[in-house]
């Protein structure tokens, strides 16, 4: 499967933003996805997963209540809506997909990766 990200962009503090991950190649919902960002000299982190058919999630503690995971199947997109953004949640942001898994927070059991998309949030 080949996924393609976008959304990002220059935000205050704050403010919101829509990521988007659309997907193509394979059917969709043989997937649970995942979004993962990584900031400058740090590791990629999880943020937030969906199982394949949008009722399960998970997100993490540092963005909890703040981000919102979702999937569309019939256009085979998952989306991350963040709300009241912090400069610490800069970071190049990646969509993930995990292949035969229920749903997972675990980097390595994603198979496919996007390219990133850049999110810069400014105080």
């Known amino acids: 499967v080949q996924l393609q990200a976008s959304g990002g962009g220059l935000v205050q503090a704050g403010g919101s933003l829509r990521l988007s991950c659309a997907a193509s190649?394979?059917?969709?919902?043989?997937?649970?996805m995942g979004w993962f960002r990584q900031a400058p000299g740090k590791e990629r982190e999880f943020v937030a997963a969906?199982?394949?058919?949008?009722?399960?999630?998970y997100y993490a503690d540092s963005v909890k209540g703040r981000f919102t995971i979702s999937r569309d199947n019939a256009n085979n997109t998952v989306y991350l809506r963040m709300n009241s953004l912090k400069p610490e949640d800069t970071a190049v942001y990646y969509c993930?997909?995990?292949?035969?898994?229920?749903?997972?927070?675990?980097?390595?059991?994603?198979?496919?990766w996007g390219q990133g998309t850049q999110v810069t949030v400014s105080s």
């Open positions: 993930a997909a995990a292949e035969g898994i229920t749903i997972t927070t675990q980097r390595y059991r994603y198979d496919y």
């Open positions: 190649g394979r059917t969709f919902t043989r997937y649970a």
């Open positions: 969906i199982n394949w058919s949008g009722g399960s999630t």
